[in-house]
């Protein structure tokens, strides 16, 4: 199975920073990358698709990037909606579908 | 607008089985697959396993293999995750999706529309 790795696995960030998350897959999974966002006691909600193809409604703040092992998800200017836990997911060469251990976003 | 909404709380003993619904709205249910994913408390996000609507094929994840079942109601819109030989380590918060994908050259899936969770409690 392909492994997912994320770093940091917490950061603190005031309202207004450039937040930058880190995944890494185990082998070469091309684009098939998607980011979620979950806030406590609800279900994820689906961020960027395919790396980097925004999901309709999600604020453009928000951008993704990356091809093959390495991938960032990006947050332009953080907003206190934005405190959560970030998850990212691969979907190369079927299932598995295995997700990341998750980045925790804290108020500094 | 789309939603799945899942059934409500479940407490089990050791060894009892628990069957989990998924009724969805406001999409053609057969055109899509539903995922199941767990989360432990305070833990990450644990993918289960997948079903087709349209076909009702199964895949499952390896360490759930033999306890886990999938199936789907096509009349009514709604996919059921049913686990058994239940133990304490099945403790979690249970989400059905839907399955959708991007055809960019191959089919990126990614999963657009979550339930509410069901928590599900194991203990003696």
């Known amino acids: 199975d392909i492994q997912m790795t994320q770093s940091p696995s917490s950061l603190s960030a005031s309202v207004g920073d450039r937040v930058t998350i880190t995944c890494r897959a185990s082998?070469?999974?091309?684009?098939?990358l998607n980011w979620y966002q979950q806030k406590p006691g609800k279900a994820p909600n689906l961020l960027i698709y395919a790396a980097s193809t925004l999901q309709s409604g999600v604020p453009s703040r928000f951008s993704g990037s990356g091809s093959g092992t390495d991938f960032t998800l990006t947050i332009s200017s953080l907003q206190p909606g934005d405190f959560a836990t970030y998850f990212c997911?691969?979907?190369?060469?079927?299932?598995?579908?295995?997700f990341g251990p998750g980045t925790k976003v804290e108020i500094k | 607008q789309i939603q799945l909404v899942q059934s409500a709380v479940e407490v089990k003993k050791p060894g009892a089985s628990v069957k989990v619904s998924c009724k969805t709205s406001g999409y053609t249910f057969s055109n899509y697959g539903i995922i199941w994913v767990r989360q432990a408390p305070g833990q990450g996000l644990e993918w289960m396993g997948w079903i087709s609507a349209y076909t009702g094929n199964t895949d499952y994840a390896q360490k759930l293999q033999g306890r886990l079942t999938m199936t789907t109601d096509t009349s009514t819109g709604t996919a059921y995750m049913e686990l058994k030989s239940l133990r304490s380590d099945d403790t979690a918060v249970y989400y059905c999706?839907?399955?959708?994908?991007?055809?960019?050259?191959?089919?990126?899936?990614?999963?657009?529309?979550w339930g509410q969770g069901t928590l599900l409690t194991v203990s003696s």
């Open positions: 082998q070469n999974i091309n684009t098939y």
């Open positions: 999706a839907r399955s959708n994908f991007f055809s960019g050259g191959g089919f990126i899936y990614y999963f657009d529309y």
């Open positions: 997911q691969q979907s190369y060469s079927g299932r598995p579908f295995t």
